[in-house]
């Protein structure tokens, strides 16, 4: 499985946007990379996830690059209530159950 | 309101005692997971469930016990042979048991053993 390569934590400007990088040199052609966010104490939730293309929601932005080593999550007007730890993960669409890890992420802090 | 839910919240034990951990959802969802996270840590897959009578283990299952009776519930027993149960519980779900299915994750349950 890729690993994924995050800084442990990150601070943003409420308003301002935030750039989350994530570095998963290793990844495979089959391989998607996905984005989660845990607020302290509750279960993970779920933002985006994306194969080789550029992808949008209501969330957020995930830009992949071209080689696909490493990805950037955007939230484009961070708010308090986006301050968690975020998670990489990288993942194969038929790898069933196996090895799921979610490392320790980026802790995220939105400064009023 | 479609969601996950896992009672209880906290959950206190004596050491060697079996507890089950509760875990219902009403997604109408196939796919359904145990997950555990230590303080500072990342999630690890306890066992997982593609479909009811069916499951399948995780990396750290020993010690635990699941059962798939229904759709909806997937609970989580945790044995006195889990050398160290004190954790975040967390149960999740999903469409399919492909990974490409965003996982819907539960509020957690967090028990500690003394």
């Known amino acids: 499985d890729a690993k994924t390569t995050q800084p442990p934590s990150m601070d943003c400007a409420e308003g301002r946007a935030a750039n989350l990088p994530c570095n998963h040199s290793?990844?495979?052609?089959?391989?998607?990379v996905y984005w989660y966010r845990q607020i302290h104490s509750q279960g993970p939730q779920y933002i985006i996830h994306?194969?080789?293309n550029n992808e949008t929601n209501e969330m957020a932005s995930l830009i992949i690059t071209e080689d696909r080593k490493s990805s950037t999550l955007i939230l484009p007007h961070a708010t308090l209530r986006d301050t968690a730890v975020y998670y990489c993960?990288?993942?194969?669409?038929?790898?069933?159950?196996?090895?799921?890890?979610f490392g320790p992420g980026t802790r995220l802090s939105v400064l009023p | 309101d479609g969601g996950i839910t896992q009672s209880p919240k906290y959950l206190f034990r004596k050491e060697g005692q079996n507890v089950t951990l509760s875990c219902e959802q009403n997604?109408?969802?196939?796919?359904m997971y145990w997950y555990r996270q230590d303080p500072g840590q990342g999630l690890r897959l306890i066992y997982y469930?593609?479909?009811?009578?069916?499951?399948q283990k995780g990396d750290i299952a020993e010690g635990y016990s699941v059962s798939r009776e229904k759709k909806e519930s997937f609970p989580l027993t945790v044995t006195s042979a889990q050398k160290n149960p004190t954790a975040f519980y967390l149960c999740?779900?999903?469409?399919?048991?492909?990974?490409?299915?965003?996982?819907?994750f539960g509020p957690g349950t967090r028990l500690t053993v003394t």
């Open positions: 994306g194969l080789k």
């Open positions: 993960i990288v993942r194969a669409f038929d790898n069933y159950g196996q090895n799921f890890v």
């Open positions: 469930s593609q479909i009811v009578n069916d499951f």
């Open positions: 999740a779900s999903s469409i399919g048991l492909a990974f490409s299915y965003e996982q819907y």
């Open positions: 290793t990844i495979s052609g089959n391989e998607y």
């Open positions: 997604l109408n969802h196939d796919a």
